[in-house]
């Protein structure tokens, strides 16, 4: 008679064994089989007997903290972060030929000056930004051709993407300091 | 008022509410502890790693299947948690001498309840890790080989093989 094998009988406690009606019929004549079946039973029995053990402190508190400072954010936030960035893209490229054109009619090109010139330059510069400052009226925003946006609908997608970004990184903010 | 479902729970800590991920912690934080415990025989160890075991899964939230239990799933990661802790350390921790509560009044029966429990919790803090692992997911996480093949991401056989020799250890020191 062949004996059943430790991975055998493993496997048939495990309930992983195919052929479970042979490996039954044996182990009802095999009493050296039964026995080391009833051994392996045994250390089961064992390993089920242990009790559970009782945590000494609460671990939700430290885990929370935990949580707060990992700088994890929720699906929907890191959504709004991305959105904004998008945002911030959009506007700058939308605001760069505006600011070119101002900045180059403002502006007087620098014909590579040495420190010193340069300093006296920006100086210059500063003072004369300053005087504009004061005498600063607001321009009128010339259309962009392409989308055909009014000056006033230009103002008022800045006024909206201001909001919205103001908006979004309110909502940043308190889920840090939550 | 019914307690929030923890598939509730984990919906709101979704979203970003810390205080719902404190709650599941709360309900969970002793089967975790316990897993925790049995792969690591050291209360300092085992609650350092329980901590460990939600946060790991607080940043896997989103690929949570709202459709399974929460605490099977917790459970996994904890004895993956251990077992990755202990791989990585490779040292001897020192073993706890705390002994379980028995059930019974009696002093001696208590005694040998302890003693037997100590001596159980000792067998298995000195199989390899890997053995360690499959013990716990088998006869405390009531997984299938194959389940416990893909959690540790390893053959089938060597499922079957690691847990035939980490049975066969157990048994030459419980005898």
Known sequence: MTHLSDEILNEYLDDAFSDRISAEKHLAECADCAA?????????????????????????APVMRRVRGSGFLPRWLTLTMVLQAALALIVTMVAAPFVIE??????????APSLTETIVEVQLQWMAWLDALSQFEVPSVPTIPAADISSLSFLFVLAAVSILWLVGNGLLLRNQNK | ????????????????????????????????FNVCYRMLHERGEAEDMTQETFIRAHSRLDGFDLERPFGPWIRRVAANVCLNHLESQ?????????????????????????????????????????????????HYQEMSYDEIATELRIPLSDVKSNLFRARKLLAEKLT
């Open chain 1, 102 to 111: 101002f900045a180059s009619a403002s502006m007087p090109a620098l014909e």
């Open chain 2, 1 to 32: 008022m019914d307690a929030p479902l923890d598939r509730d729970l984990i919906l709101r800590a979704r979203r970003g509410e810390t205080e719902a991920y404190g709650e599941l912690v709360a309900r969970h934080q002793n089967s975790v």
């Open chain 2, 90 to 138: 490779k040292v001897t921790i020192e073993l706890d001498d705390e002994r379980d509560a028995g059930e019974s009044d009696r002093p001696e029966a208590v005694y040998e309840v302890r003693e037997r429990s100590e001596q159980i919790r000792r067998a298995l803090a000195s199989l390899p890790a890997h053995y360690r692992a499959v013990i716990e997911l088998r």
């Open chain 1, 36 to 60: 080391r079946l009833a051994a392996l039973q045994a250390l089961f029995t064992q390993l089920d007997s242990l009790p559970e053990m009782t945590l000494s402190r609460d671990l939700a």
